[in-house]
């Protein structure tokens, strides 16, 4: 159950960031923060040559009592982060993957709008859409 | 400008004033003849009217938009009944008469004018209580009924509200306006009717008759319309005439009016097609506005298309993004708005628009600057590709008319005829496509090429089905499809359209492999070489079916491994019960070479039950199930030279049907089967490739009589050898390829194991 789904950019700001708002976002932005330090150390170590999607999904970031991190960098240094909850079911990592995929496939689209600029916050709402239905979907 | 408070009636009557002084439908009427005419028409002073004019606002914006003109006429009214002109008293004035005005020339307006009047006199002012001038002079008929100041002018019509009809409902709208009689009979069934006295209107009745039957005529294509009312009114009683006239002022529709402003995209709408219903008395065009409110017209798609030009002059080229942006920035919509429309429009998502996009999206900038908003989805009308997705079947919210009057092109309500026929063969395009079902935006989902596969068993089944279409397709989605066929093959709804439409134009057996081809999903590199090793072998498979179409090589060489399988086998199924038959010199050699590669495996893991048999099975029985069945794994192997591509393409087929890591495994898996497999058989695929070999030569000796034929088949067998020789380098070379990958991936995922545990 997705709970958090955020999108920072290289420079580590966030792009765009979405939670389930029944609950604390603070604490959610908060969890995004931290996690892109685990980020960073994965995205150091796996510095293997072979640039495959298998790279780029850097999995299990940093679980916690309530809640589990999933981590996502692109090739662009663009990172994806999920935030999802350990009550629910836990997800497969397919299911994960998936998840990573779909958004980044919305991020593509997103940067192919020309009107779009890189560094500007995501308003699209064709993303808008994929990330409620992963968030709806998941939880 | 000062705003403006306006009793219904003065609503409606303002409105219909505008829709017949706005000939262009640009919703702002020019002081051009009709705006002067009418002015003149009030008989006021040309000072008084020029004092109008500026208070208005006019000059200050150089002609008159909605509200300038609506301020004009209560000026006007004012003029009229001696008050002052002040601005003040636009809205100060109570229960002012409507503005008369005395034309001598339009009768038809004049009577509807007068009937309004009359309506409007009676019932539209019961509570207004004083004499209104409502009698327009004017109307022989309505002196009757008038009691003040009816100065009769026989010879005169009097422009009554005939607007307030159309305002009101936009079924009203047209048959008001329908020049002389329409309304009545239209759907103004108005309530009103029992206010209208009944009496003097003789002569209305008989216009009403005359025009009753113009306008149900017009009413009937116009229920089509969105508007439920159309049909709700049934053609008001002839006698109370004045039915027409009494717009359910004094009913619902009295509470919309104050709604309808000029961003009122109901109430452009209805005024355009009414004033060009009045001007042109179309009633065809009329008819063809009410459709879907997302249609280009004709005008308008060719203003789109001129633009692009001056973009790209290639019809089938495609805009760059960054070009497109710079157009559209120029449309001075916000950026956010402007992003929104991009989304909808480039359909394929490959930040270049096509015609068919850049028209979609030039469609939504025009709606969007006259106030439409956006939809959430692109609307069917605007999908490039004609094909109805998922969620194409959203119509826009947007009312029910287009407005087209703010596209650059005069759009007039001149809806091309063809534009129903093209609407037409978009649906059924749609139909046929139900159930692709094409996800646009996902190049890696591996569905749309089962869709693709059912696609292509609508083709076959329904070739004909489709051809019809085809011609009527619009040529810019062709264009479109045929050039995005080549960039963006991995676009599933391109490639379905665009392998469809290549159907068409080449040949209707070749719909399938083609599209199957174009629809693939983009293979890994070493597929493109198999799909050339293999279409050259196709061509070879062609050589000896000799019905195949001629065109078929073209789409080959495109053509992805996934797209071989079905295509033997439909040939052998279909058209080329003849490959079999034609493929006389070959079928002894046939089944020996292609044994060599894999049927002897597949006949080996048949007997044996391999675990390795069972994708290979599995995949001949997917390709079968692709190919309708067509034909048993026998006769595919004895399909001669396409065994070994059966099998790989078998393979790579069910590629297609299952997400991307799957086809990566199993192609390695059967891959994996198929070496040592292979190894194992090469000594034996060389005794079986010498075998025919020494066979081919024995046979002429032996046969000695069709020298011609016979060296003839001779050279096909040896190119097919070539061809196949090279296939199987090529296949193992890719075979060593995925397994060094396989192997890399494993460790790495060793190396990950630990880490994933945490």
Known sequence: ?139 | MESLTLSDVEQKYYSDLFIYCDTDNTKKVASNGRVLDLFRAAQLPSEVVLQITELCGATRLGHFGRSQFYIALKLIAIAQSGLPLRVESLNSVKDLPLPRFVVGKNEAEARHAALYQDADSQGLYPAAGTALIPRPPGRGHQNKKAPPSSTSLPAHEVIQPLAPSIETQPETTSPVISPHQSPPTSPHSWRKHKRQHSGGNTDRQQVVAASGAVWTQFREPQTGDGDGMWSSHSPPPLPSQESWVSFTADTPPSSTLPAMHPSSVQVDTTIRTVASATTTNEIQRQSSSYDDPWKITDEQRQYYINQFKTIQPDLTGLIPGSAAKEFFTKSKLPILELSHIWELSDFDKDGALTLDEFCAAFHLVVARKNGYDLPEKLPESLMPKLIDLDDSAEVPEPAAEVVYSASPVEVTPNKSPSMPSLNQAWPEMNQSNEDTAIVHPVPIRMTPSKIHMQEMELKRTGSDHNHPTSPLLAKPPELSEETKLPPTMKFVAANTVGGKRQDFIFSPSGASPEALKVVAPPPPPPRPQQSHSRSSSLDMNRTFAAPSAPGQPQPSTIAFPPAVPPRPLPTQGVPAGGTVLTATTSPQQIPQQPNFADFSQFQAFAASEQPSSLPEIDKHSEVEKISEGAGPLRAVKSDGPADERTTATAKCSSGPLAPPPKPVRRRLKSEDELRPEDEQLGPQKAGAIAAPLTAQPSIPRSIGKDKKAIQASIRRNKETNTVLARLNSELQQQLKDLLEERISLEVQLEQLRPFSHL
């Open chain 1, 1 to 139: 159950m997705a709970v958090c789904i955020a999108v920072i950019a290289k420079e580590n700001y966030p792009l765009y960031i979405r939670s389930v708002p029944s609950q604390n976002e603070l604490k959610f932005h908060y969890t995004v923060h931290t996690s892109l330090d685990v980020v960073e150390e994965k995205v150091s170590a796996v510095g293997k040559s072979i640039g495959d999607q298998r790279e780029l999904y850097l999995g299990l970031l940093y679980p916690t009592e309530d809640y589990k991190v999933y981590g996502y960098v692109t090739n662009s240094k663009v990172k994806f982060v999920i935030v999802v909850d350990s009550s629910n079911t836990s997800l497969r990592d397919n299911e994960i993957r998936s998840m990573f995929r779909k958004l980044h496939n919305s991020f593509t689209d997103v940067m192919c709008n020309p009107f779009y600029n890189p560094g500007d916050p995501i308003q699209s709402k064709a993303f808008n859409g994929i990330v409620s239905g992963m968030m709806v979907q998941t939880g």
